[in-house]
């Protein structure tokens, strides 16, 4: 097996063309690591972010650095006696693709502890979407431990096409909520996503999020609001707010400009809260991710692929993520 392996790598802080192919060096293998030969990768839109140098951790220290925070593989040679060759399973690890290098290359070393197997049935590409964007975790955590979620409540999560937004929705249906809204931001994506089987889709073309949030909840608003949008929406999506409803800030593909009415968090006693996954535990991610994946199990969660690239194509993969909006994930295939 040659030495050698393909991945991409930014030398600077930059635009889309810093998504760069190189050959370097494989991994060599530590105690309680394992080899993983990478198959697919997922694209989050903070892999753009920390790219483009708007984040706190885009420091000189963080150069060069191999992209990517997540992806599906397999176990090609181990340290561990958690997993053997042949094994299926997806990978992620502290920092990876922002303070540690990542997943977008063909081969990872990576500690047991941040392998899980992947269920049968599951191909690496569905694998791979399943941890792309962290929409999944993010709207779990975002449910259960910051809006305090109880069965039988509303929930809005703004862009059905994005990770935040679709992969809330799908976790909200799960934990029992009466009602999941989702908004588009024209009606080819309303009427995709109403197929797909999201009922609730507030066409923003045609309305606003309040008004379409209004509509569908008889004026009530609705309880919690799960937002990776940001920008304009902000202040919609507060004024959609049932009274004592909370907002969690997840997010800010729409901008990071926000117009709030002041009011609609007082008279609503708003609570506002702000995403980050700082905020938890080794052990509260973990056991999210440990009932997630049950629930990936039972197939209640549907992972959606917008568009697959080869890895070499990285630069327009990042962008077509950021600048066109899909409906889906978008990912990476690490063997060329």
């Known amino acids: 097996m040659s030495q050698m392996m393909k991945a991409i790598q930014y030398k600077s802080y930059g635009d889309y063309s810093e ?23 997922g694209i989050n839109p903070l892999d753009n972010t920390f790219r483009s140098g708007h984040y706190y951790a885009a420091t000189p220290q963080n150069l060069p650095r191999i992209g990517g925070q997540t992806g599906a593989g397999v176990v090609v040679e181990t340290n561990s006696n958690a997993f053997r060759a042949g094994d299926r399973v997806f990978v992620r690890g502290p920092g990876f693709g922002i303070v540690a ?6 081969f990872v070393a990576a500690p047991a502890a941040g392998l899980s197997l992947i269920p049968d049935g599951i191909d690496d590409d569905h694998a791979a979407a399943y941890l792309a964007g962290a929409g999944y975790l993010t709207g779990y955590l975002a449910l259960t431990e910051l809006a305090q979620f109880k069965p039988g409540q509303s929930v809005l999560a703004p862009a059905i096409g994005g990770a935040v937004g679709m992969e809330t929705v799908q976790v909200a ?26 009922q609730h889709v507030i066409d923003l073309s045609k309305e606003s999020l309040k008004d379409g949030v209004l509509r569908i909840t008889d004026g009530k608003g609705v309880d919690v609001v799960v937002d990776g949008v940001s920008g304009t929406l902000t202040g919609q999506a507060l004024s959609s707010l049932a009274f004592g409803g909370t907002m969690v800030i997840a997010g800010y593909a729409g901008g990071r400009e926000a117009d709030v009415n ?68 978008v990912i990476m295939h690490a063997q060329n």
């Open 101 to 106: 290098d990542g997943t977008w290359r063909e």
């Open 262 to 329: 002041v009011t609609d968090i007082i008279w609503k006693a708003a609570t506002i809260r702000g995403f980050t996954f700082r905020l938890f535990t080794p052990q509260t991610v973990a056991s999210a991710g440990q009932a997630l994946l049950e629930y990936l199990k039972e197939s209640t969660l549907q992972p959606t692929i917008a568009r697959t690239f080869p890895m070499s194509k990285a630069a327009e993969a990042v962008r077509y993520l950021i600048e066109d909006r899909p409906f889906g994930r």
């Open 173 to 198: 249906r799960r934990l029992g909520a009466a009602l999941v809204i989702s908004t588009a931001s024209n009606t080819e994506k309303s009427e995709r996503a109403r197929a797909a089987g999201y």
């Open 19 to 41: 998504n760069r192919l190189f050959e370097l060096p494989r991994p060599q293998l530590r105690d309680g690591e394992v080899l993983v030969e990478m198959r697919s990768v």
